[in-house]
């Protein structure tokens, strides 16, 4: 790469990385087509180490002449790095990618969101049907002085439908999302479970304030997964900011939770065989039967911490995911071990609770400390039966009190998404032997 | 930029078309702890084009200009063959021709400070932060942002305007024994850089706050009356109404156009808001919007009835409205979408004594740390303090508050004459290619009291 090359010359270290997207998103709301989108743009990030101190510079492509300027000049200031940029090792390629995906036009994706649209509108007359139906692919590439050259392709293709419950407008309602590297297609029985969930948002009906069991859906496990990023995260370890800092080898979680942290599971739809900074991935437990067994580090919290980068840099905050956003540890695939009984048997078991399918407020609550309090979505559970959609009710916890106490966790899992309040990961249904509710 | 613009545009056969492309300075400097995170400037560029053909729309983001005719082509053809789709079409509302050009002008402009004296400000703060008793760690940052925008549509419209931004945000953490804590620091949200130096003062509070903090116990769940701190209300309007007032998020929903309808007494008759671009020398304040509507004052409530609502174009057609002026993109390449400006409730006659003294049990909750807004709305707020027989009492941590839309602005009983207009804010809104955050908004509001709020708790 001509920037890298320019780079090493007036920097003791280099890193360019380079982002290339394409995507199309096609959008029904209301039961009509209402927006073809397309994107079609390219990002760069240089990062130089000059006297030991770190500059960076973005761009939309290497061939921009003032980014290794504005880089150096960003590095004439601070105090010196710890760390040094990736260095070349040996890294095993993994399929991100499938053509076929990476194919598929906007007929092809406005094809599939109308089938989706008539067959629930088939089915129950008087819904209202909003979705999208998305495919981007591209291609990511690092490279830095010290050795690494890595580069791979990816795609990914998602498929996302709300049925809003009739009284409530389109603000809260059913919702199921498909997404894959490979393309996706709703099957009659996954439409049935929309609709089935549909039903269930009929009326609102409020638990009492107390203590319930929760079942919590795949999509809603990031309650677990973000609250836990803020503990594992090599940064806050090393300041000694996080919980967890003097925990490894101890049961801070239930035993029936096995967490790997693994951005090479074939499932996963942000499958990816390095991170930001260009450091391979791996399989690791994280969470091993509830026991601490290791933290999320990228390049400078290892440093700090002593150890190799566990591949676990990301470009993204909680919200983004821009190319200016500087590498800090976060999950790339946070992948829980399912249980042995289906959700519906879970679902079954609960006398009286709540099933969450997602969360408003998570991120004005003090994470850090596994300290939550969100607006909980989803339904009032009575006699094993959803009775209503919930309204006005508050969960509230710690996350290292609730989650010792996991009742059951399912069998079946469901990939999640990487993007604002989302990890990318593999998770089942997981239900908690109770939490605080309160209903205003 | 204005030709290229011009050019991309001629001979597209739609029926409407509009192409922005933004040219960006930034500079951006991150402190974590003692170290420097990040620290960088740059230059990104980008565009974004929408075209509509017999009510489909179809739009696009690239980032050369020089692509910028050819993915004009494209992206009107795609609309053409959406437009066979189409069963429910897009109409816009109309809009006077632009064609004129705003620079922006300001009193200490960012881009004249040397990268070296911003490095060393934030590290003022920063060693000042770090020195502090039971402080572990900080993270600060400095970001100022220019952004040169060129517009044009089919209609005629031609503009070329700017915007200017810079800001401290610092997060500053705590332990004391099992205790974390954060407490936040925010100053700036203007074109003016001035108003990031001398800040000591802003500092020392929230470092005060967070003192206090790391004692506190967890707040107790339930209903209870509240005052909201100005700071406070201005995140409870944004989150509880403001969101609802952009009207693409009430445009497909029956049940809320109904209740939203003009006229309808939606709050308590003591409260009124609007929301205001026009302000000078806000973080919400801009001469243009990125449809290339001129910005104006638009009353959201007026008495506790509806008085309006922020529109697109698209917006404006569907509920037979006026545009506002609001449609807006946060960053090169996005697609505008509606959001608030610098949203304002205007003061009222009581005093922040009287609401106090007006609660027997409850709390007087201060800052916003975030929220989420539906018919049901949620925000955090930085600490709160407990309210017993008229008095203040000692301060609770982990505050998060629920409600109603529709129940919880009935359920202001009092609002106070003592106004702030804030400097730093932030807000995220999703689009089709991810959430737009932007820090150009911004809030005001007094003291609120409201007679029941639901607050989460573990312990209750």
């Given at each position: 790469?001509?920037?890298?090359?320019?780079?090493?010359?007036?920097a003791?270290?280099?890193?360019?990385?380079?982002?290339?997207?394409?995507?199309?998103?096609?959008?029904?709301?209301?039961?009509?087509?209402?927006?073809?989108?397309?994107r079609?743009?390219?990002?760069?990030?240089?990062?130089?180490?000059?006297?030991?101190q770190?500059?960076?510079?973005?761009?939309e492509?290497?061939?921009?002449?003032?980014?290794?300027?504005?880089?150096?000049?960003?590095?004439?200031?601070?105090?010196?790095?710890p760390f040094?940029?990736a260095e070349?090792?040996?890294?095993?390629?993994?399929?991100?990618?499938d053509?076929?995906?990476?194919a598929?036009?906007?007929?092809?994706?406005?094809?599939?969101?109308?089938g989706?649209?008539?067959?629930?509108?088939?089915?129950?007359?008087?819904a209202?049907?909003?979705?999208h139906?998305?495919?981007?692919?591209?291609?990511?590439?690092?490279?830095?002085?010290?050795?690494?050259?890595?580069?791979e392709?990816?795609?990914r293709?998602?498929?996302?439908?709300e049925?809003?419950f009739?009284s409530r407008?389109?603000?809260?309602g059913?919702?199921?999302?498909?997404?894959?590297?490979?393309?996706?297609?709703?099957?009659?029985e996954?439409?049935?479970?929309?609709?089935e969930?549909?039903?269930?948002?009929?009326?609102p009906?409020?638990p009492?304030t107390?203590?319930?069991?929760v079942?919590?859906t795949?999509?809603?496990?990031?309650?677990?997964?973000?609250?836990?990023?803020?503990?594992?995260?090599?940064?806050?370890?090393?300041?000694?900011a996080s919980?967890?800092?003097?925990?490894v080898?101890?049961q801070?979680?239930?035993?029936?939770?096995?967490?790997?942290?693994?951005?090479r599971?074939?499932?996963?739809?942000?499958r990816?065989?390095?991170?930001?900074?260009g450091?391979?991935?791996?399989?690791?437990?994280?969470i091993?039967?509830?026991?601490l067994?290791?933290?999320l580090t990228?390049?400078?919290?290892s440093a700090?911490?002593d150890?190799?980068?566990s591949g676990?840099?990301?470009r993204?905050?909680?919200?983004?995911?821009?190319?200016e956003d500087?590498?800090?540890?976060?999950?790339?695939?946070?992948?829980i071990?399912?249980g042995?009984?289906?959700?519906?048997?879970?679902?079954?078991?609960?006398?009286?609770?709540?099933?969450?399918?997602h969360?408003?407020?998570l991120?004005?609550?003090?994470l850090?400390?596994?300290?939550?309090?969100?607006q909980?979505?989803?339904?009032?559970?009575?006699?094993?039966?959803?009775?209503?959609?919930?309204?006005?009710?508050?969960?509230?916890?710690?996350?290292y009190e609730?989650?010792?106490?996991?009742?059951?966790?399912?069998?079946?899992?469901?990939?999640?998404t990487?993007?604002?309040?989302?990890?990318a990961?593999?998770?089942?249904y997981?239900l908690?032997?109770?939490?605080?509710?309160?209903?205003? | 930029?204005?030709e290229?613009?011009?050019?991309?545009?001629?001979?597209?056969?739609?029926?409407y078309?509009?192409?922005?492309?933004?040219?960006?300075?930034?500079?951006q400097?991150?402190?974590?702890?003692?170290q420097v995170?990040?620290?960088?400037?740059f230059?990104?560029?980008?565009g974004?084009?929408?075209?509509?053909v017999?009510?489909?729309k179809?739009?696009?983001?690239?980032?050369?200009?020089?692509?910028?005719?050819n993915?004009?082509?494209?992206?009107a053809?795609?609309?053409?063959?959406?437009?066979?789709?189409?069963?429910?079409?897009?109409?816009?509302?109309?809009?006077?021709?632009v064609?004129?050009?705003?620079?922006?002008?300001?009193p200490?402009d960012p881009?004249?400070?040397?990268?070296s004296?911003?490095?060393?400000l934030?590290?003022?703060y920063?060693?000042?932060?770090?020195?502090?008793?039971?402080?572990i760690?900080?993270?600060?940052?400095?970001?100022?942002?220019y952004?040169?925008?060129?517009?044009?549509?089919?209609?005629?419209?031609?503009?070329?305007y700017?915007?200017?931004?810079s800001?401290i945000?610092?997060?500053?953490?705590?332990?004391?024994?099992d205790?974390?804590r954060?407490?936040?620091?925010?100053?700036?949200?203007?074109s003016?850089?001035s108003r990031l130096?001398?800040?000591?003062?802003?500092?020392?509070?929230?470092?005060?706050?967070l003192?206090?903090l790391?004692?506190?116990?967890?707040?107790t769940?339930?209903s209870?009356?509240?005052?909201?701190?100005?700071y406070?209300?201005?995140?409870?309007?944004?989150?509880?109404?403001?969101?609802?007032?952009?009207a693409?998020?009430?445009?497909?929903?029956?049940?809320?156009?109904?209740?939203?309808?003009?006229?309808?007494?939606i709050?308590?008759?003591?409260?009124?808001?609007?929301?205001?671009?026009?302000?000078p020398?806000?973080?919400?304040?801009?001469p243009?919007d990125?449809?290339?509507?001129?910005?104006?004052?638009?009353?959201?409530?007026?008495?506790?009835?509806v008085?309006?609502?922020?529109?697109?174009r698209?917006?404006?057609?569907?509920?037979?409205?006026?545009?506002?002026?609001?449609?807006?993109?946060?960053?090169a390449g996005?697609?505008?979408?509606?959001?608030?400006?610098?949203?304002?409730?205007?003061?009222?006659?009581?005093?922040?004594?009287?609401?106090?003294?007006?609660?027997d049990?409850?709390?007087y909750?201060?800052?916003?740390?975030?929220?989420?807004?539906?018919?049901?709305f949620?925000?955090?707020?930085h600490?709160?303090?407990?309210?017993?027989?008229?008095?203040l009492?000692e301060?609770?941590?982990?505050?998060?508050?629920?409600?109603?839309?529709f129940?919880t602005?009935?359920?202001?009983?009092?609002?106070?004459?003592?106004?702030?207009?804030?400097e730093?804010?932030?807000?995220?809104?999703?689009s089709?290619d991810?959430?737009?955050?932007?820090?150009?908004i911004?809030?005001?509001?007094?003291?609120?009291?409201?007679?029941h709020?639901?607050?989460?708790?573990?312990?209750?």
């Amino acid at each position: 790469m001509k920037l890298l090359t320019q780079a090493r010359e007036s920097a003791d270290q280099a890193e360019v990385f380079v982002r290339h997207r394409k995507s199309t998103l096609v959008r029904f709301a209301k039961n009509s087509l209402r927006l073809v989108a397309d994107r079609d743009t390219s990002e760069c990030a240089l990062r130089v180490v000059q006297q030991g101190q770190l500059g960076a510079s973005f761009g939309e492509s290497p061939d921009q002449p003032e980014l290794l300027r504005d880089a150096l000049s960003a590095a004439s200031f601070g105090q010196a790095i710890p760390f040094r940029f990736a260095e070349r090792t040996n890294r095993e390629n993994v399929i991100c990618y499938d053509r076929h995906t990476a194919a598929l036009t906007a007929e092809a994706l406005i094809e599939l969101g109308d089938g989706v649209r008539r067959r629930v509108l088939a089915a129950e007359p008087d819904a209202v049907v909003n979705l999208h139906t998305l495919v981007e692919s591209g291609m990511r590439h690092i490279a830095s002085s010290e050795g690494v050259d890595a580069e791979e392709a990816f795609s990914r293709m998602e498929l996302l439908v709300e049925l809003p419950f009739p009284s409530r407008g389109t603000d809260i309602g059913a919702a199921g999302r498909l997404t894959s590297i490979h393309p996706v297609s709703a099957s009659d029985e996954w439409i049935e479970s929309l609709l089935e969930q549909r039903h269930w948002g009929n009326n609102p009906s409020r638990p009492s304030t107390g203590r319930w069991p929760v079942l919590l859906t795949p999509y809603a496990s990031n309650l677990l997964t973000l609250a836990l990023a803020a503990g594992l995260s090599g940064a806050h370890v090393a300041q000694g900011a996080s919980p967890l800092a003097d925990k490894v080898g101890q049961q801070i979680l239930s035993q029936h939770l096995t967490i790997h942290e693994n951005p090479r599971h074939p499932n996963l739809a942000f499958r990816r065989s390095f991170d930001d900074e260009g450091t391979p991935v791996s399989s690791r437990p994280v969470i091993e039967r509830g026991v601490l067994r290791g933290f999320l580090t990228d390049l400078r919290t290892s440093a700090m911490l002593d150890c190799p980068s566990s591949g676990s840099a990301v470009r993204r905050t909680l919200f983004s995911e821009k190319i200016e956003d500087a590498p800090s540890p976060g999950w790339l695939g946070a992948v829980i071990e399912p249980g042995d009984r289906s959700w519906r048997d879970l679902l079954a078991g609960i006398e009286e609770g709540l099933l969450v399918t997602h969360m408003l407020g998570l991120h004005s609550c003090n994470l850090l400390q596994g300290q939550y309090t969100v607006q909980a979505n989803g339904f009032h559970v009575r006699n094993g039966v959803p009775v209503g959609y919930l309204e006005r009710t508050m969960l509230s916890g710690n996350l290292y009190e609730d989650f010792l106490s996991i009742r059951a966790i399912s069998s079946e899992r469901e990939p999640t998404t990487q993007g604002p309040l989302s990890v990318a990961g593999l998770a089942p249904y997981l239900l908690l032997e109770s939490a605080q509710i309160t209903v205003g | 930029m204005k030709e290229k613009l011009l050019a991309a545009l001629k001979n597209l056969d739609v029926d409407y078309a509009d192409i922005r492309f933004d040219e960006e300075r930034k500079t951006q400097i991150a402190l974590n702890g003692p170290q420097v995170s990040n620290l960088a400037t740059f230059s990104p560029r980008g565009g974004h084009v929408r075209a509509y053909v017999n009510g489909a729309k179809a739009i696009a983001s690239f980032s050369r200009i020089e692509d910028a005719a050819n993915i004009a082509r494209q992206t009107a053809a795609a609309a053409r063959a959406a437009a066979n789709h189409i069963t429910d079409p897009i109409r816009l509302a109309s809009a006077p021709i632009v064609k004129k050009d705003f620079g922006v002008t300001t009193p200490k402009d960012p881009r004249a400070v040397t990268l070296s004296e911003k490095h060393d400000l934030l590290e003022h703060y920063n060693q000042i932060a770090l020195a502090a008793p039971d402080v572990i760690t900080t993270q600060l940052y400095y970001s100022d942002s220019y952004a040169h925008r060129g517009y044009a549509n089919t209609d005629g419209s031609c503009i070329l305007y700017e915007h200017l931004i810079s800001h401290i945000l610092g997060v500053l953490i705590g332990r004391r024994g099992d205790a974390v804590r954060r407490a936040v620091f925010a100053v700036g949200g203007s074109s003016d850089y001035s108003r990031l130096a001398e800040r000591e003062d802003v500092l020392e509070r929230s470092l005060a706050e967070l003192d206090e903090l790391l004692s506190a116990a967890p707040i107790t769940g339930g209903s209870y009356p509240i005052v909201l701190d100005p700071y406070g209300s201005g995140v409870f309007i944004h989150e509880a109404f403001g969101h609802r007032s952009e009207a693409d998020l009430t445009m497909d929903n029956p049940m809320l156009r109904e209740k939203l309808s003009l006229g309808s007494q939606i709050a308590t008759p003591i409260l009124t808001v609007y929301d205001d671009p026009t302000l000078p020398g806000y973080g919400g304040s801009y001469p243009v919007d990125d449809e290339g509507v001129l910005a104006r004052r638009t009353p959201l409530i007026l008495k506790g009835r509806v008085a309006g609502r922020l529109h697109s174009r698209e917006t404006a057609a569907a509920f037979e409205e006026q545009v506002t002026g609001n449609c807006r993109a946060s960053d090169a390449g996005f697609e505008p979408v509606i959001r608030m400006s610098n949203t304002i409730i205007e003061n009222g006659t009581s005093s922040l004594d009287d609401m106090i003294a007006s609660i027997d049990d409850g709390y007087y909750v201060a800052g916003g740390a975030g929220g989420q807004g539906g018919i049901d709305f949620t925000f955090g707020a930085h600490w709160a303090r407990r309210i017993e027989n008229g008095k203040l009492k000692e301060m609770v941590s982990d505050v998060n508050l629920s409600g109603n839309l529709f129940t919880t602005l009935k359920a202001i009983s009092m609002v106070g004459n003592d106004q702030l207009l804030f400097e730093y804010c932030d807000c995220g809104k999703s689009s089709f290619d991810g959430v737009q955050m932007t820090s150009r908004i911004s809030a005001g509001a007094p003291h609120l009291k409201i007679d029941h709020v639901t607050i989460g708790g573990a312990a209750t």
